[in-house]
């Protein structure tokens, strides 16, 4: 059962234009949401964060927007630069999970310059 | 590098033998995270451990594998008798203590490749 999910396997945006990458869940304990880049042999990095009492969160040129009533969360990068181009996970917790991570599949994004 | 330290970078086992990981959280961090991430997929939840205490084993296959963080030293993921299918990316990652109300992120190391033969 897979409680989060990332339905678009990949993502191809030009240099300067946004990006947007979705994250669908199930599970309406959880409340602690996360997006995470992995380049390949590498760890994931993590990015950014959401607690679910919030609906918006900005770090430079990511936002993350968190949908409660839809489930769904949804990470902008603006502008979108090449060095972005990574596979993006988006994880979740819940205060019921022992802080355990459930990731989706990830999206494969690819910046052209 | 005070990031999360895994080692070996790449563990090759033939199948039937016992290949064993290690994990040196973040300075200060003294929660402990494995992940496996086969190919095309993401990364799988097997065990969360604080010194000396395995808080959530939920997701550890119930042979072969066994998880540690002793009080001194690194954290060790286990898998005894290997086969085919342990072949994966092996993840540590390490967070602060939990603070009330509140959820520390997750910080991940570069991870074990390990291949079965």
């Known amino acids: 059962d897979q409680q989060v999910k990332q339905n678009s396997p990949s993502l191809s945006v030009q240099e300067g234009r946004i990006s947007i990458l979705n994250c669908d869940y199930t599970?309406?304990?959880?409340?602690?949401f996360l997006w995470y880049k992995k380049y390949p042999a590498e760890g994931p990095t993590f990015l950014i964060s959401?607690?679910?009492?919030?609906d918006k969160n900005e770090d430079g040129r990511f936002t993350v927007f968190l949908n409660k009533s839809a489930k769904h969360l949804s990470l902008h990068i603006v502008p979108s630069q090449p060095g972005d181009s990574a596979v993006y996970f988006c994880?979740?917790?819940?205060?019921?999970?022992?802080?355990?991570?459930?990731f989706g599949q990830g999206t494969t994004l690819q910046v052209k310059p | 590098n005070a990031g999360v330290m895994q080692n070996p970078r790449h563990l090759v086992r033939r199948r039937g033998q016992e290949a064993r990981l290690r994990c040196s959280p973040m300075k200060g961090h003294s929660h402990v995270y494995w992940y496996r991430q086969l190919p095309e997929e993401g990364l799988k939840f097997m065990v969360y451990l604080q010194k000396e205490n395995i808080i959530d084993e939920s997701g550890m296959p119930k042979e072969r594998f066994s998880a540690e963080f002793p009080k001194e030293g690194p954290s060790i993921l286990r898998i005894q008798q290997v086969v085919r299918g342990d072949s994966a990316a092996y993840f540590c990652?390490?967070?602060?203590?939990?603070?009330?109300?509140?959820?520390?992120?997750?910080?991940f190391g570069d991870g074990t490749r390990l291949s079965i033969l």
């Open positions: 994880a979740a917790s819940g205060s019921s999970n022992t802080g355990k991570l459930i």
């Open positions: 990652a390490s967070s602060p203590p939990h603070l009330s109300g509140g959820t520390q992120p997750q910080h």
């Open positions: 959401i607690s679910s009492i919030k």
């Open positions: 599970n309406s304990m959880f409340d602690y």
